[in-house]
């Protein structure tokens, strides 16, 4: 029997790492980039640039597991205010505690 993860770091990837690996996306505590937020740049963008955005990990909220989803590698066009107001929007109340920005 394997033992579940207590944190996994997804890296600077896309969103197939996380739904690939079973281990990762059932830790407690799971760290995923999330480095585009909103149209400016879309899912197909981030992808050709091998990186994740907030849509993919909303569309994809059943696979995960984890108690915590710490969100990383956010895009450096986006203020800290921006953040935190879209992700606030976007993210469904009843999934807001399990998320946790990390930002300054």
């Not at 739904?19 to 879309?42: G, K």
């Amino acid at each position: 029997m394997s033992e579940i993860p207590v944190i996994s770091f997804s890296g600077d990837t896309k969103i197939e790492y996380v739904l690939e690996h079973e281990d990762v996306a059932n830790s407690s505590i799971l760290f995923i980039e999330c480095t585009y937020i909103d149209n400016e740049r879309n899912v197909a963008q981030a992808r050709e640039w091998g990186h994740t955005h907030l849509d993919e990990i909303l569309n994809n909220l059943s696979s995960f597991k984890n108690e915590k989803i710490v969100l990383i590698h956010f895009s450096k066009r986006y203020s800290v205010s921006y953040i935190r107001e879209v992700l606030d929007k976007r993210i469904p109340k009843e999934e807001r505690h399990r998320f946790h920005p990390f930002l300054p």
